[in-house]
């Protein structure tokens, strides 16, 4: 049995307390808030235990926040936000599971491995494909969690959906806790009509800007701390352009979370969940709120289907899923075979200059397919490959980004290009013409670096673009 994680326990059990004692938690929602908190932080992961603190104590203090016109404006609304077990348990079920699986797959040694392999023990199956708990040890030294590469992208998919949810939890938390104080009323997500504050699915400008603020805030939480405990994610082969991108990339997609679940917890909340309204004392009713007999009641919107915490549950669950299928996704399918390279970051392996010119950058002995392609393309990776110890030496006695010629292999002859960020760019041709090439690999360059701004791209992974592509093969007809 592993040793206990007595610090992620001293936490939980801190944190519980600590909301006990500021009511708001609920006895019951102190202790599930310190047994999930304590199967989170205690992920070799840290980056879940730490989002679901600023989480926990960001929507705590937005809970707090016009307390006397909440109160106002919501029957049996609680001061600090009295949450009680179920609505702890539905605001971070997703996480739990997302930080309970990840410690499973890529911690043989944590507590969540070692419970499952002793009551559970076989492997798990992940459609089609199956993991042992062993198989992938996490190393922070070694491999980023958010690294592509691993496991076929189960690391990465696992701390997106990590993300997608508590975006979208606090994104939600706050929408509700700071939009209702907005001065203009509220608007009915499925009518576009006028409603009164608290409704359950009401959009205003500051619970919409509020929401994506959230989800953003939680995304630099993400990124801060896998920057920090992850020294892969930070390697200097990333540079500052990867940790940028790396921040960049979390953030927009914490803020994607937080606006989108807000907007799924609102359709769900006017169409599945229903809104009451007291004639009498003017203000909306709470799920739970007690109404005497003779009250005079108006429904505002929804059906009675689903109670809040299910509405919460459903809103994380879908946003969780979607943002962690929008980062395998988005901008980044295509794989073009040369951009793929497990050698000193992106190499741009282009065969037959005279052949380029007049077929639209064909690889070599082939008339159709991707850059690099055909039945050469092993061959013409392996050469950019080799050449790689060459343009090392060649890059002690000349500074230039632009190599020119550094190697010949049979009739082909090797070029190279560095950038300022060490990625080094490899073209093979046989006709010589260096202000084309000079000019291509310049094109190449400048389409590279604003590939990698964008915040929808991963470092360290191949870039899967047609329009990146498109535009190597438009540049390599100009020039080359």
Known sequence: M?????????????????????????????????????????????????????????????????????????????????????????????????????????????????????????????????????????????????????????????????????????????????????????????????????????????????????????????????????????????????????????????????????????LLGATLQRTRFSLDSKRILQDHSEVPQDAKLKVISGWNILTNNQVNVVSSVATALLVAQSTASALSSNLPSWSASAFAGTVAALSGASSISSTGAQGAGSKSGPIGGGQDRHVVQMIANASLDVIEETMKTNGAMYLKSVEKFNEWTISAFVTPGNMKFVLLHESKNDDGIRSFFMDVWENYVKTMMNPFHTAHTPIRSVVFENKIRASAKKYL
């Open 2 to 266: 592993p040793s206990f994680p007595l610090i992620p326990f001293g936490v939980a059990v801190f944190l519980a307390t600590h909301g006990l004692r500021k009511k708001s938690l609920s006895p019951s929602g102190a202790l599930t808030a310190m047994v999930v908190g304590f199967l989170i932080m205690a992920a070799p992961l840290k980056a879940f235990g730490i989002a679901l603190i600023v989480f926990y104590l960001t929507g705590s203090r937005a809970t707090k926040v016009g307390k006397e016109k909440k109160a106002a404006l919501e029957e049996g609304h609680m001061e600090a936000g009295y949450r009680d077990g179920w609505q702890v348990l539905s605001n971070s079920f997703t996480a739990l599971v997302a930080s309970t699986l990840w410690s499973i797959l890529f911690a043989p040694d944590s507590v969540h491995s070692w419970f499952y392999t002793a009551f559970v023990k076989p492997p798990l199956d992940l459609g089609h494909l199956t993991l042992n708990p062993s198989e992938r040890i996490y190393s922070p030294v070694n491999w980023c969690a958010v690294d592509r590469s691993v496991s076929q992208d189960w690391s990465r998919k696992l701390v997106f959906v990590a993300l997608g949810h508590f975006a979208c939890c606090l994104g939600d938390t706050l929408a509700s806790e700071l939009g209702v104080l907005s001065q203009s009323p509220p608007i009915l997500l499925t009518t576009f009509k006028r409603v009164p504050p608290g409704t359950n699915g009401a959009l205003s400008v500051l619970g919409t800007s509020a929401s994506a603020l959230g989800g953003a805030v939680m995304g630099l939480t993400l990124a801060l701390s896998l920057l920090m405990e992850n020294p892969a994610c930070a390697s200097p082969s990333a540079g500052p352009l990867g940790i940028v991108q790396l921040t960049a990339q979390l953030i927009a997609y914490g803020a994607f979370g937080g606006l989108v679940g807000s907007l799924i917890d609102s």
